[in-house]
C-alpha cells in the first residue's frame, strides 16, 4: 500500500479550518485510492511559489519529513503546473509528487466499469498527462532516430510519448462521440416522461436514496465516488405519475476540469431533467461549502436554470437540536430524509408530484377509434377528465402536460 503526506496551503484570505477541511477531504480521497495517509502539512504563503508552489527550502523539507515518516508520496491539495511537477520530479528522487487532480483521476480510473465511463476517464487522464509528460517520463529523453524507428532524425522519446498520446486523445473524442450518439437514441425513447436527476456532493447518499425510492440495487458503499456510471429507473410516484429518475456521479471540490469536460455525455442526463434534487449530507458540518461546490460545477455544466430542490439526507444523523433549527432555517424549503431508514421518503414523492402538477393544463384531445395505442399512453401520462365516443372519433378532455401529450400525437 502507498504511504503519503498531505500538503495544504493557507493562503491570504484563506482560514486554518478551511484548510483542515479540505485536507481531511483529501484524507478520504487517498483512503478510496488504498492510499494511507501518514501525515499532514499545513503552510502558510503569501503567494504561490512558481517552481515549487511552496517555496524550495520548504519543498525540500517536505521531502526529508517524507522519507523519516516512509512515505513514498506527496499528494498536494491544489493542482500543481507542469512545470512545478517537472521541478519536484527533480528533487523527489524515490518519492512521487502528485496534485489533488491526479489523485481524483486515479480513483476515476480504478472506478470506472462501462465503456462510456472507462473512455471518458481515460481522455480526462490524457488530457491531464500531456503536459505533464516532461515531469513524469524525464527518464525518457533520450535520442531516437534512424532507421528502423518510428521516430524521426533526432526525435526525442518525450516528443514520441506526446505524438502518441495527442493520437489517443484524438481517438478517444471520436469515440465519446459515437457513444454519445447512442445515449441519445436512447435518450430520444424518453422524451414524453418527466425527468428527475439526483445530485450532490459524492458520499452524500445519492445513490442510498437512489436505491430506497425505486428498489434499484446501484453499487452503494461509504467512500467517495462508489459509482461513476449514471443510472436510470422508472420512479412510481401515484397511480397517475411516475418519473424517470437518475443518479449520477458524486461532485467533489476542486473537480478537474477536464474530467467534468469528458464526462459531458454521463451528465447529458441530468442536463435533459425537468428538475434537480440536490441532495446534501445533513451531518456535515461543512454542508453550505459541499452546495457551493454543486452550485458551481451545475453552472459549468450548463443546468443553472433547471428548477432545483434541496433534499437532506443522514438526518438521522443529527442529534444536535440547534443544528436541525439551524438547517430549517438555511434550508426551510428543504426535505429531512433518512434514505438509509427510509424515513420521510414519501415527502420526495408528493414534493415530486406537485412539481409535475405546476405545469398541467386542461385541454382537449381527440384521437381515431384505431389509436387504441395513443390512448393508453395518455391514460399513463395524464388525467382523463372526460370522454365522448363519437363515430368517428374519440373526445377527450384531459389533464397533464400539454407538451407530453402533444408529442404522443405527432
Known amino acids: 500500500?502507498?504511504?503519503?503526506?498531505?500538503?495544504?496551503?493557507?493562503?491570504?484570505?484563506?482560514?486554518?479550518?478551511?484548510?483542515?477541511?479540505?485536507?481531511?477531504?483529501?484524507?478520504?480521497?487517498?483512503?478510496?485510492?488504498?492510499?494511507?495517509?501518514?501525515?499532514?502539512?499545513t503552510q502558510r504563503l503569501q503567494k504561490v511559489n512558481p517552481a515549487f508552489y511552496i517555496g524550495k527550502g520548504k519543498a525540500?523539507?517536505?521531502?526529508?519529513q517524507a522519507q523519516l515518516i516512509g512515505a513514498n508520496l506527496i499528494i498536494f491539495d491544489d493542482e500543481l503546473s507542469p512545470a512545478q511537477i517537472k521541478n519536484y520530479h527533480k528533487i523527489a528522487k524515490t518519492i512521487s509528487v502528485i496534485d489533488r487532480s491526479a489523485l481524483i483521476l486515479d480513483i476515476f480510473k480504478m472506478r470506472a466499469k462501462t465503456r462510456e465511463a472507462k473512455t471518458q476517464v481515460e481522455l480526462a487522464l490524457c488530457q491531464y498527462l500531456l503536459p505533464r509528460l516532461t515531469?513524469?517520463?524525464?527518464?525518457?529523453?533520450?535520442?531516437?532516430?534512424?532507421?528502423?524507428?518510428?521516430?524521426?532524425?533526432?526525435?526525442?522519446?518525450?516528443?514520441?510519448?506526446?505524438?502518441?498520446?495527442?493520437?489517443?486523445?484524438?481517438?478517444?473524442?471520436?469515440?465519446?462521440?459515437?457513444?454519445?450518439?447512442e445515449r441519445k437514441t436512447q435518450s430520444q425513447k424518453r422524451d414524453n416522461e418527466y425527468r428527475v436527476a439526483l445530485v450532490g456532493y459524492t458520499n452524500a447518499g445519492k445513490s442510498t436514496l437512489f436505491n430506497s425510492l425505486t428498489g434499484n440495487k446501484v453499487y452503494v458503499e461509504d467512500q467517495l465516488f462508489a459509482t461513476l456510471d449514471t443510472t436510470v429507473r422508472k420512479l412510481k410516484l401515484n397511480?397517475?405519475?411516475?418519473?424517470?429518475?437518475?443518479?449520477?456521479?458524486?461532485?467533489?471540490?476542486?473537480?478537474?476540469?477536464?474530467?467534468?469536460?469528458?464526462?459531458?455525455?454521463?451528465?447529458?442526463e441530468l442536463?435533459?431533467?425537468?428538475?434537480?434534487?440536490?441532495?446534501?449530507?445533513?451531518?456535515?458540518?461543512?454542508?453550505?461549502?459541499?452546495?457551493?461546490?454543486?452550485?458551481?460545477?451545475?453552472?459549468?455544466?450548463?443546468?443553472?436554470?433547471?428548477?432545483?430542490?434541496?433534499?437532506?439526507?443522514?438526518?438521522?444523523?443529527?442529534?444536535?437540536?440547534?443544528?436541525?433549527?439551524n438547517l430549517k432555517s438555511d434550508y426551510?424549503?428543504?426535505?429531512?430524509?433518512?434514505?438509509?431508514?427510509?424515513?420521510k421518503l414519501d415527502d420526495i414523492r408528493s414534493h415530486l408530484i406537485k412539481k409535475i402538477e405546476k405545469d398541467f393544463k386542461?385541454?382537449?384531445?381527440?384521437i381515431t377509434y384505431d389509436q387504441g395505442k395513443i390512448l393508453s399512453q395518455i391514460q399513463d401520462q395524464a388525467e382523463i377528465i372526460d370522454t365522448d365516443y363519437g363515430d368517428k372519433y374519440i373526445n377527450l378532455k384531459v389533464r397533464g402536460r400539454e407538451e407530453s401529450i402533444n408529442k404522443l400525437l405527432t
Open 332 to 343: 426551510n424549503e428543504g426535505l429531512f430524509i433518512s434514505a438509509l431508514h427510509h424515513l
Open 60 to 64: 525540500l523539507q517536505v521531502i526529508d
Open 362 to 366: 386542461t385541454f382537449n384531445v381527440r
Open 239 to 268: 397511480k397517475k405519475h411516475q418519473v424517470l429518475l437518475s443518479d449520477t456521479v458524486g461532485f467533489v471540490r476542486k473537480l478537474p476540469h477536464n474530467l467534468v469536460a469528458s464526462f459531458k455525455s454521463t451528465l447529458k
Open 135 to 181: 515531469g513524469q517520463w524525464t527518464h525518457l529523453e533520450r535520442q531516437r532516430g534512424g532507421v528502423g524507428t518510428r521516430a524521426g532524425m533526432g526525435e526525442t522519446q518525450i516528443e514520441i510519448d506526446r505524438r502518441l498520446v495527442r493520437d489517443k486523445i484524438a481517438k478517444l473524442k471520436l469515440d465519446l462521440i459515437k457513444i454519445e450518439s
Open 271 to 325: 442536463l435533459e431533467s425537468d428538475h434537480i434534487l440536490i441532495v446534501l449530507d445533513a451531518s456535515s458540518s461543512i454542508i453550505n461549502e459541499h452546495l457551493d461546490t454543486i452550485m458551481e460545477v451545475l453552472s459549468e455544466l450548463g443546468a443553472a436554470k433547471i428548477s432545483k430542490s434541496f433534499i437532506l439526507n443522514k438526518i438521522d444523523m443529527v442529534d444536535n437540536e440547534s443544528t436541525i433549527k
Open 1 to 41: 500500500m502507498d504511504k503519503a503526506l498531505l500538503i495544504g496551503i493557507v493562503l491570504p484570505g484563506v482560514n486554518d479550518v478551511d484548510v483542515n477541511n479540505h485536507l481531511n477531504e483529501l484524507k478520504m480521497l487517498a483512503k478510496t485510492a488504498s492510499v494511507k495517509t501518514l501525515g499532514m502539512v
